[in-house]
């Protein structure tokens, strides 16, 4: 995935980012706020937030290829923290 800075502009690899994959390397600008929200979305609610990193990132790739629906994905967040 590529990281486009808000800020300045500059563009490099998530998977080259480093600790900070968000932080530009070059005007030192955290992207995550931007980046998160399109990426993560399922653990964003009023309760408390999924913390498994992996069960949310199967989540995630589950709906972007179609294989179950949002509406599927945040069911399962319901389910799992009952």
Request: include cysteine; hydrophobic fraction near 30%; aromatic fraction near 10%.
């Amino acid at each position: 995935m590529k990281i486009i800075c808000k800020n300045c502009g500059w563009s490099w690899n998530r998977n080259k980012g480093g600790v900070n994959p968000f932080k530009c390397h070059k005007c030192g600008y955290n992207n995550k706020d931007m980046y998160s929200k399109k990426i993560v979305g399922l653990g964003a609610t009023k309760k408390k937030p999924v913390k498994n990193d992996r069960f949310t990132r199967a989540l995630e790739y589950a709906v972007k290829n179609k294989f179950i629906t949002m509406s599927q994905a945040f069911e399962i967040i319901r389910n799992v923290r009952r």
